[in-house]
């Protein structure tokens, strides 16, 4: 992709949360082929996974499909809005999804940890700069 297209294209990516609840009767990796395969949409349609929460089996507030249970999970990830429909599109078809729901955030937490990390190295980098100017100085 170009450099302008790219570009262009960052301009309208933007940050969203999905949190899909698996039917809890599939096995572990069934179920690890699910979020994968969810994983795998997202990256295909130039989206970026930034992290994937497994919540584990919850029971559900109401029976849905004859489910009691469910298996939660949260995903983070960075693309553009026409990504949200194809994701909406492929849990309606998918049986094994009881529901999911996803949210446009303003940062993702991920975002904030890494600028509060880079920020304490930047810090430790100066503090370590400053010590080294001061040692010079008196030697």
């Known amino acids: 992709m170009s450099e302008p297209a790219n570009n262009l294209r960052s301009m309208h990516v933007r940050s969203y949360e999905t ?23 997202i990256a295909s349609n130039q989206g970026e996974v930034l992290d994937t929460e497994r919540w584990g089996s919850r029971k559900l507030s109401y029976e849905i499909n004859d489910a009691h249970q469910g298996n939660f999970t949260l995903i983070r990830f960075d693309g553009e809005p026409a990504l949200v429909d ?51 100085a008196e030697a």
């Open 19 to 41: 949190v899909v609840i698996i039917d809890s009767k599939l096995e572990e990796a069934p179920l690890e082929e699910e979020i994968s395969a969810i994983e795998g949409l």
């Open 86 to 136: 194809v994701l909406d599109r492929s849990f309606k078809l998918n049986g094994r999804v009881l529901r999911h729901m996803t949210k446009r955030v303003r940062k993702h937490p991920a975002h904030v940890y890494e600028k509060a990390e880079q920020a304490e190295k930047t810090e430790q980098a100066d503090k370590a700069e400053q010590a080294d100017k001061k040692t010079g």
